[in-house]
T-cell receptor, first 112, second 113 residues
Framework: GEDVEQSLFLSVREGDSSVINCTYT??????LYWYKQEPGAGLQLLTY?????DMKQDQRLTVLLNKKDKHLSLRIADTQTGDSAIYFC????????????FGQGTELSVKP | DTEVTQTPKHLVMGMTNKKSLKCEQH?????MYWYKQKAKKPPELMFV???????INESVPSRFSPECPNSSLLNLHLHALQPEDSALYLC????????????FGPGTRLTVT
């Protein structure tokens, strides 16, 4: 199957950590990506993880991958108002010509 | 440099008009993509070009016609569009069409009247 699922909304207070979750169904996924989209803008690639990794950290961002449960999460430490955006997780199958399968997106709202 | 540029930023066109969207990248990427995105929805893949050849067409209506004149440029020619085609059109590029990260442009906001 090609379903990638995310919860639609998340609201946090400034300074707290945010955790955005994603589940995927295709175990042949090679890479999994997190994109950020601010209002009226394109998609910004935040980070990605190869399917044989469990964790990747990049400054305030931590990606965790549980391949057994097909669960991916993005943790944003010390969340700021500038982090308010829609976050999309996506998987890619190398044998499908580079087609990205996106989740529905999680709208993160950061309150001061 | 991971920049993909798109012009114009905004476009308003009537249903009988012909217009074109342009996309450019200078990262040496050999795969380029067109996506359509409705508000608060994920992008939907339309076309993929690999080494200047069309490799994927996701059953897009013929009123959308892609063109890849060279490895840095991607166009989307529009003709006889419908109001439901109003959307954000995003271009992306990647090193190749395997498991390579895709970099997106800022998009063209299209309104069909």
């Amino acid at each position: 199957g090609e379903d990638v699922e995310q919860s639609l909304f998340l609201s946090v207070r400034e300074g707290d950590s945010s955790v955005i979750n994603c589940t995927y169904t295709d175990s042949s996924s090679t890479y999994l990506y997190w994109y950020k989209q601010e209002p009226g803008a394109g998609l910004q690639l935040l980070t990605y993880i190869f399917s044989n990794m469990d964790m990747k950290q990049d400054q305030r961002l931590t990606v965790l991958l549980n391949k057994k449960d097909k669960h991916l999460s993005l943790r944003i430490a010390d969340t700021q108002t500038g982090d308010s955006a829609i976050y999309f997780c996506a998987e890619i199958h190398s044998n499908q010509g580079g087609k990205l399968i996106f989740g529905q997106g999680t709208e993160l709202s950061v309150k001061p | 440099d991971t920049e993909v540029t798109q012009t114009p930023k905004h476009l308003v066109m009537g249903m009988t008009n012909k217009k074109s969207l342009k996309c450019e990248q200078h990262m040496g990427h050999r795969a380029m993509y067109w996506y359509k995105q409705k508000a608060k929805k994920p992008p939907e893949l339309m076309f993929v070009y690999s080494y200047e050849k069309l490799s994927i067409n996701e059953s897009v209506p013929s009123r959308f016609s892609p063109e890849c004149p060279n490895s840095s440029l991607l166009n989307l020619h529009l003709h006889a569009l419908q109001p439901e085609d109003s959307a954000l059109y995003l271009c992306a590029s990647s090193l190749g069409t395997g498991s390579y990260e895709q970099y997106f442009g800022p998009g063209t906001r299209l309104t069909v009247t």
